[in-house]
Each structure stands twice: as C-alpha cells, then as structure tokens.
C-alpha cells in the first residue's frame, strides 16, 4: 500500500503570494507529466488577434463570434432595442392570445430590469398596455387584409375575359368563379 506522504499532511495555509505561485506551479507541472496538455485544439498555432487590435477584451470578443452568442447586454440596451422593434415583433403572431403572452413577458422584463439594483445603466423601457397594444394589432392586421382583398388578384377563366368577367359585365371575384360553378 503505496500511500502519498503529502495525503497524510495537513492542507497548507496559503499566506504569501510565493506560497500560492508555488502550489499553482507543482499543479501545472504534475498536469504536463500527467499529459493533460497534450492534443489540444490549437496547439502550436498562434493566437489571432493578440497583436493586432488595441481592444484589451478582443479575446471574449473572438470567442462570443466564434460560439455564435449575441444578445449579451445590459438589460436596458436589450430592452431598449426589443421596444424599437416590438410592433414588428408583435405582428408576426397570428393569434390574439399569443400577443398577449409576448407583452405579458415584455412587461415581465421590464419590471425584472427596474428592480435589478445591480450595476447597469437605468431603465428607461416603459411596459406597455396590453389592450392597447392588442387593439393596435387588430388595427394594423384589419388594414392589412383590407389593402390585401382589393388588390386580390382574380382567377382567369378560358370562357370569360382575362379578369374573369363576363364580356361587358363587372369583374368577378375569384370566389364567386367557385360558387358559380
């Protein structure tokens, strides 16, 4: 029974700044001779960007673009940006009840960001009024179907003209060339 000598010892205090350079250095020394170092990813290829920008945070900002994340700001910036954005956001739903769910949880981000009392930039985003907003969807959906039927373009018929209207008659729908049939 082979024990190690320094496992019966106990822990040592780390008083001095030489004391913890030194245990951090045996650390290092026995993951080399263990081989934790070998076959990783870049060996022996120089680091890109360490010389070429002034940036002191160019290194988090290569590995953010390399692990494709984005979105990591203060809330205020997001929240700021997400209200900019937010009719857009917000008339891509296709049902009421997932309009509501969408502000319910803006409304929830911006009271999360009022209260966070950690460092950061204050907030700004007011939350909005749900029935407005919904009603203001209802508007802008109506009006887009509104410019959307009159524009419709008819189905053509061989028997008819090319709009699908009897000869000298007014123009047909495409939905009455189904009914009529």
Do not use: C
């Not at 209802?138 to 419709?152: F, I, L, P, Y």
């Amino acid at each position: 029974m082979s024990k190690d000598p320094s496992e019966d010892e106990a822990p040592r205090r780390l008083n001095s700044l030489e004391d913890r350079n030194a245990v951090v250095e045996s650390a290092l020394d026995r993951a080399i001779e263990r081989g934790d170092f070998d076959d990783l990813p870049g060996l022996g290829k120089p680091l890109s960007g360490l010389h070429s920008s002034s940036d002191p945070d160019w290194w988090i900002k290569q590995k953010m673009d390399a692990e494709g994340i984005n979105g990591v700001a203060p809330a205020a910036f997001q929240l700021k940006k997400e209200n900019a954005v937010l009719e857009d956001a917000v008339d891509a739903f296709t049902t009421e009840s997932e309009v509501r769910d969408y502000l319910t949880g803006f409304n929830a981000r911006v009271r999360e960001a009022v209260m966070d009392l950690r460092d950061g930039p204050p907030v700004f985003t007011p939350p909005r009024d749900i029935d407005a907003e919904v009603t203001a969807w209802r508007e802008r959906r109506a009006k887009k179907t509104d410019t959307g039927s009159e524009a419709e373009p008819s189905v053509p018929d061989p028997e008819r003209g090319t709009d699908g209207s009897e000869p000298g008659g007014p123009p047909r729908r495409w939905w009455h060339l189904f009914r009529s049939r």
